[in-house]
């Protein structure tokens, strides 16, 4: 294979809703580009990227698949995406190192809430996009809806460059105002006979080709200039408007193709090829410092990982874009995560399951290497010389939790092992064994995330897996004074255990003065303050510890036993066992013995003396709130409304957002359990949402009185 610079290369993320036909439109591309001697089908599960055997037996992608093809004297860096929006991680680890994304539409469904989505990606990472309208070949497509759903949700920078002639059953003709020619396909597709555009369709080609040229030459002065004293571009003036605009997102082209039947990917690819920025136009890739790095082969040689596989036989498969120099077979590069060297023995072009071994990659270019020991997706990997470190890879938050367990314990080890890996190819799969709950969590974007992977433990691994109910990470606290005292005695023969604590509680608040008095078994003492200990909880909120002790009655020697006491409780709440928080506390009294106190008695003491406080305190469970967001069409905003609000949802605004409705609310965890499952019944799959989390806040009456009927003490202080 011939070796590419940055201005021959161009790096192209297919992205858009589930059964918009991106993999068939991979296929065709890769065998117009001579990669592949014949096109596979999802059908019969022959893609070059829908290899693995969750992805055979789901019928659609499930990970991001790195293909190219060569084309007229140019590489094509393709990566073929998943639809569903549970696997939107794969998403958007192909737009961190794609120049440009093709958005891939049903021309019967048109744009969907999954094509916003990923859009909304896209601008966030500013990426160049190109509109593809697939499946003109179905009897219910419909082109002009699928361009008036674009430029509803996209604006007037949505314009076509071709349109179909004959759409639906016995499509084959297609007029492209750029070129101003009709192209007529054989019943195999493939390459089409180049006409003159028929009479009948002179008048609409004519309205379509003037707005293609004001939309190029409204990116260029030069070109305005020459079309208002022209009245028209060239081809070659307007591919360089478009270019601009593409670039400068001022633009969106629209194609049309069966993928299918292979009809007009040719000419698709020849746009890619001519008009699309190559890695040598993009600005480059910008360091975790805010340095701009151009992709330059001639400076030191720095690649990012963005994607990474396991598979039998050959373990990890790191994919990675050369963003400086050159990478050669038999470098020695340094991870600059973790300082450790690793090295490249063997490099790859990939094409899915398909790879090709080659010698070097420059600057721009995406390839893959296998056998590195330590480097993960968002890892740098540098020659000696070079210092630059690319911020990871940002993946959305997880909007589905389970806890999950091995059907037979003594898988309980292998199945984190496996876990783990899989979080390793999928880092929007979130795995952590929560000490709190005491429960192995799983996080993912969606039911249909974790069925996935669940189906992949079972059927690869051959470990059966079970998904239960998570616990819920609560928080309690109290809401007034208390006053509490207790005393640990034991006696057994020879030395005994004796300590004796009495505290006050309170709640604490941010900027609250020092205490200088308490009211202590109805009298109003003074306290004294000897010393005091601030603490941010690892679990969110604070512990003041204060030590007022007079007169030596327990020795300073014992605080730290006391307050490790109060902490255990604490990691330990006395109401249900949650981690409690934002609390003060001061010992002001106690006794001890000369020869039977010892710490671990002045630990019990501690304990138990805060347990009694904290239940008299009017003690309060608060529950995590997280900041919802969904994206819904109209007709279904009632419904969503409703269901959101039988979980005890508040709902905090609404406001149109690209031909959709934005519903803003807060919403406790606890009701939010298995809602991307509920939402996509309510919608149709139409709709989607994000979770944020927002901070605690106190229970109501009713649920607070069920959490504590449902609690059953374990604690054995004894």
């Known amino acids: 294979m011939k070796t590419y610079n940055p201005n021959e290369i161009k790096n192209i993320a297919l992205v858009g809703s589930a059964g918009s036909g991106k993999t068939t439109l991979a296929e065709a591309m890769m065998y117009e580009g001579g990669v592949i001697p014949r096109r596979g089908s999802v059908g019969a599960k022959n893609t070059s990227s829908d290899y693995r055997p969750v992805e055979q037996e789901y019928g659609s992608s499930v990970f991001p698949a790195v293909l190219y093809a060569e084309w007229k004297e140019q590489k094509l860096n393709f990566i073929d995406t998943p639809g569903a929006d549970d696997f939107v991680g794969g998403v958007i680890s192909a737009l961190n190192v794609a120049d440009t994304a093709v958005m891939v539409v049903n021309a019967v469904r048109g744009v969907e809430v999954g094509t916003e989505i990923i859009s909304r990606h896209v601008k966030r990472l500013h990426k160049p996009m190109i509109f593809i309208i697939n499946q003109l070949d179905h009897e219910k497509s419909n082109f002009e809806q699928a361009v008036e759903h674009a ?190 060297k690793e090295r490249i023995a063997q490099l790859y072009a990939v094409a899915g399951k398909n790879r090709t071994k080659v010698a070097e990659l420059r600057a721009g270019d995406i390839g893959a290497t296998v056998k590195l020991k330590g480097t993960k997706n968002g890892d740098t990997l540098n020659a000696k010389e070079c210092t630059y470190v690319f911020p990871p890879i940002v993946y959305p938050n997880a909007r589905f939790r389970t806890a999950v367990r091995a059907a037979n314990k003594a898988d309980e080890e292998k199945m984190a092992e496996v876990l783990y890996r899989m979080h390793e190819e999928d880092p929007s799969l979130l795995v952590e064994y929560s000490k709190e709950l005491k429960q192995m969590i799983l996080s993912g974007q969606g039911e249909f995330h974790l069925n996935t992977m669940k189906w992949r433990i079972e059927h ?124 003060r506390v001061c010992i002001y009294d106690g006794k001890m013995h000369p020869v039977d106190s010892n710490e671990i008695s002045f630990r019990l003491a501690g304990r138990h003396a805060f347990s009694e406080a904290f239940k008299k305190a009017n003690p309060k469970i608060l529950e995590p709130i997280y900041d919802v967001e969904v994206l819904v069409p109209d007709e279904y905003m009632g419904d969503v409304m409703g269901d959101l609000q039988t979980r005890r949802a508040m709902i905090m605004g609404m406001e149109a957002d690209s031909g959709f409705q934005k519903l803003m609310a807060k919403a406790p965890l606890k009701e939010m359990q298995r809602y991307s499952t509920a939402l996509s019944s309510i919608t149709g799959g139409r709709a989607s949402f994000t979770m944020n989390f927002s901070g605690y806040e106190k229970v109501p009456g009713d649920v607070q009185e069920e959490l504590l009927k449902n609690y059953h003490e374990t604690d054995d202080d004894e």
């Open 151 to 340: 430029q509803a949700s996209f604006g007037k920078k949505v314009v076509l460059v071709q349109y179909p002639v004959n759409q639906g059953n016995g499509f084959n003709r297609v007029v492209d105002v750029l070129k101003w020619e009709m192209y007529r396909w054989k019943t195999e597709g493939g390459k089409p006979e180049v006409l003159p555009i028929p009479d009948e369709e002179l008048e609409k080609a004519t309205e379509y080709r003037h707005a293609l040229v004001e939309a190029a030459a409204e990116n260029d002065e030069g070109l305005m200039e020459l079309y208002f004293e022209k009245g028209s571009l060239t081809e070659d003036e307007m591919r360089a408007g478009i270019r601009k605009g593409l670039i400068a997102r001022d633009m969106f082209p629209v194609f049309c193709v069966s993928a299918e039947k292979d009809m007009c990917v040719r000419r698709f690819m020849e746009f890619l090829v001519n008009v699309a920025p190559s890695a040598a136009a993009m600005p480059g890739m910008e360091t975790t410092d805010g340095q701009l790095i151009p992709y330059n082969p001639e400076a030191p040689a720095s690649a990012v990982v963005f994607t990474t596989t396991i598979e039998q036989h050959l373990g990890d498969i790191n994919y990675f874009k050369v963003i400086s120099g050159v990478i050669r077979e038999g470098d020695d590069l340094i991870n600059m995560t973790t300082g450790s």
């Open 460 to 583: 690869n691994d051959k470990i059966n897996i079970e998904y239960y109910a998570p616990k819920i990470p609560y928080r309690e606290t109290i809401t007034q004074y208390a006053q509490a005292e207790y005393r640990h005695k034991k006696q057994s023969g020879g030395a005994g255990q004796f300590g004796e604590v009495h505290m006050v509680i309170e709640p604490y608040t941010e900027g609250m003065p020092e205490p200088t008095s308490y009211k202590i078994g109805g009298t109003e003492s003074k306290v004294s303050v000897k010393g005091k200990e601030e603490y941010d909880l690892p679990w969110g909120g604070k512990l003041v510890f204060y030590n007022c002790i007079v007169g030596g009655v327990i020795e300073a020697r014992f605080m730290p036993a006391i307050l490790k006491g109060i902490m255990e409780k604490m990691e330990e709440g006395p109401l249900t066992g949650s981690y409690a928080r934002d609390i």
